[in-house]
């Protein structure tokens, strides 16, 4: 099993910066996928950004140039650096990994980020 907690969301006014954070522990085994993901209200969830197990990068389209993902390796913690954050990027935040060596997606329960005047 592994476990997944994420931390950093909160409120910011629109053009702010939050750096969220998702810490995996557990049995890890291999290399690995991880990914952020966001649900607003009413919506559904949708990608915003990955680090494949090679190291590829992606982004949802809504926030490239606005976020960064990052991964470290050694503290199997995924990072996601915010800025120049609009309304329409409030949600749940939560993290998806999922190991090389097994078929099974684990996720976190999520962090709230509301950003709002």
């Known amino acids: 099993q592994v476990q997944l907690v994420e931390s950093g969301g909160g409120w910011v006014r629109p053009g702010g910066s939050l750096r969220l954070s998702c810490a995996a522990s557990?049995?890890?085994?291999?290399?690995?996928?991880m990914g952020w993901f966001r649900q607003a209200p009413g919506k559904e969830r949708e990608f915003v950004a990955e680090?494949?197990?090679?190291?590829?990068?992606y982004y949802a389209d809504s926030v490239k140039g606005r976020f960064t993902v990052s991964k470290d390796n050694g503290k199997n913690t995924l990072y996601l650096q915010m800025d120049k954050l609009a309304p329409e990027d409030s949600a749940v935040y939560s993290c998806?990994?999922?190991?090389?060596?097994?078929?099974?997606?684990?996720w976190g329960k999520g962090t709230l980020v509301t950003v709002s005047a």
């Open positions: 680090v494949t197990s090679g190291g590829y990068i």
């Open positions: 557990g049995r890890i085994l291999s290399r690995y996928y």
């Open positions: 998806k990994m999922r190991q090389d060596v097994e078929p099974m997606d684990y």
